[in-house]
């Protein structure tokens, strides 16, 4: 069975199957980054329009090295997000880009629902780099991928998710496919960042302190703290929030022995992650980031129409 | 030119009335109310079986742009909305540009009306000069220009001592005030109601807590000063609590709610929906009911819209970026006359909600078909059904979250001081 999506907006859309789909391809492709010739021709033709409205290292860097790897044809636009409001419209930024027929927009955006919106107005594929608080399926698919690399599965994994719950689209979109994949999600942060009914998103259990979260998990993904971006009204201060949802040694002994520390970067060492953890064995952070390479790889793949790969 | 409206259901709060009743109206007034009443010569007359006669209905919130803003509505087309709508009233709101805070502009919309709109246009003064929120308008002056009120709508007066100022210097005047509810501290940047589907959307919250808090200031300050306030497009279950509770200890309050908080909830925003997007926000299950028992029991004294047309461009955007308010008036009356039919009022008590409480709110002297009174009749066809569309609507602006919507009941007629505005096809 193909994917059959046009775009890849939210992992709360796609199937277990749109998901396996995704992780084999992954996996298969992944074999042409450890080439010594890393390039194949299977995108090539094809136009990829990296469109980042927020900044963005990492994300943007990585669908580029993706497409660029499949000989896809790239160009960046990076767009401020002030002179959205003064300036050419999303719509007719997208309509101009579209003219110069693209077969792929790759956006982020700060604005929640900014794809849903362009991809009913677009003829061509629209994936989703991360919009606002709401979802960053590229970093779900590349989560999930390094997990089932380590566990074999993703049937009966218990992940804990640790921060600000409420601004994070790292954290709606582990939610929407672990839930789909079969794992079990528990939450911990102070309670300024748990969204009102987080738990009926999916197999949710909000836990009443950190230490609860991460014990017995397989899996601890730290989400980054932002003090700029989330006000002065939610914390007190870094200082404190490090105390009680701060990953350190002691802490990560709560988890299975074998447990993984994920974080979407960037980190605040020594706040959200101490430095012995960020850097200690049990740290996936680097791996998450080369995962991302060959995920984003089959999600272009997969949109632009391609068939299962034998793995 | 004389009118004769012949069998229809009159329904009539002011008089007690709900039967079968012709109605004559001569020279913009009624003249006369009985059975089997005789057209003099040269009458026209309407037959009215099987419709419902009320009052003609008035919409005491409602934005008509004009002046400033008449891409998105002006006095001309918004009137023709309301008139298709089967309002013969409107009391438009003072944020155009310039804001309505003084004689001059009052007397601009009052003389553009006369010859453009084709329902009765009332305009409402703002509370402060500018509606800047920092010193009182002058009101005197405001409600001598023909000001039915004064209100700062679209955001609140934040400092209490002003709003307190304005309550008793309103009174003074004998002008009513219209209270936008809201704590902007605890609104924030939040674009949406805050609870499951902002969680699920990503999208900011605004928690009910930040309306109640604000009623329940204007409910103290008109409690201390002894002066009324009405309070506009309340939205949720706590706003209904406090103000039921004011109005059991005597308090002087009055509040409105609008089609769309007793027929919405905030799941009207899944897939981004940015023509669910207004201010108060869509709220909960729980509200939607809570403003429905508000209607039943009294609490709730108006159904006002908050007629707010924007242009498609406005909404045609990003979440965040679209603009605050839907279009209300062509939809209002099937909206509340589901009310009826879902067993929550009487038809009774949708036309005081719709007709006589707004006018004695607003001291206009209307809301009433006594003999003497002006001649502003709605006939209404219960039975009538429609849907909603762009090009049906004739507001300048589309931005309804009940397009598509397959609607019951209409407006057969509408009739402004004797004469037809609005004859349904």
Known sequence: MGFRHKDIIALKDLSKEDIELLLNTADSLDEINRRDIKKVPTLRGKTVVNLFYEASTRTRT????????????????????????????????????????????VMRHAVSGAHEYLSTRVSCSVINAGDGAHEHPSQGLLDMLTMRQKFGTLSGLKVAIVGDITHSRVARSNIYGLTTMGSQVFLAGPPTMMPIGVERLGNVTVCKDMREAVHQADVVMMLRIQLERQGKTLLPSMREYSRYFGLNPEVLSLAKKDAMVMHPGPINRGVELS???????????LKQVENGVAIRMAMLYHVCGGEPVEG | MNLLIKGGRLIDPSQGIDEIRDILIADGVVLELGLGLAAPEGTQTID?????VTPGLIDMHVHLRDPGLEYKEDLA???RAAAAGGFTSVACMPNTSPV?????????????????????????????????????????????AGCVAVSDDGKPVTNGELMRRALEYAKGVGIAVISHSEELSLVGDGVMNEGFV??????????????????????YLAEFTGAPVHIAHISTAGSARIIRNAKARGVKVTCETAPHYFTLTDEALLGYNTNAKMNPPLRAASDVAAMKAGLADGTIDAIATDHAPHHADEKDVEFNLALNGIVGLE?????SLKLVTDGVLDLKALVSLMSCNPAKILGLERGTLKPGAVADVTVIDPQKEWQVTAEKLESKSKNSPFLGWQMKGAAAYTIVKGQVVHKAL
């Open chain 1, 62 to 105: 990585s669908f580029e090295i993706a497409a660029k790897r499949l000989s896809a044809d790239t160009i960046n636009i990076t767009a401020s997000t002030s002179s959205v409001t003064k300036g050419e419209t999303l719509l007719d930024t997208a309509q101009n880009v579209l003219a110069m027929k693209p077969d792929i927009i």
């Open chain 1, 275 to 285: 430095s012995a953890v960020a850097d200690g064995s049990q740290s996936f952070i």
């Open chain 2, 48 to 52: 009215a079986g099987g419709l419902i």
């Open chain 2, 77 to 79: 087309t918004g009137s």
């Open chain 2, 100 to 144: 309505i805070d003084n004689k001059a502009v009052t007397s601009y919309i009052l003389n553009k009306a006369r010859s453009e709109a084709v329902v009765n246009v009332f305009p409402i003064g703002s509370i402060t000069k500018g509606g800047k929120g920092e010193s009182l308008s002058e009101m005197g002056e405001l409600k001598e």
């Open chain 2, 198 to 219: 902002a969680t699920e959307l990503g999208l900011k919250g605004i928690p009910w807590a930040a309306e109640d808090v604000a009623v329940a200031r204007e409910v």
């Open chain 2, 331 to 335: 939809t209002s009356l099937p909206l």
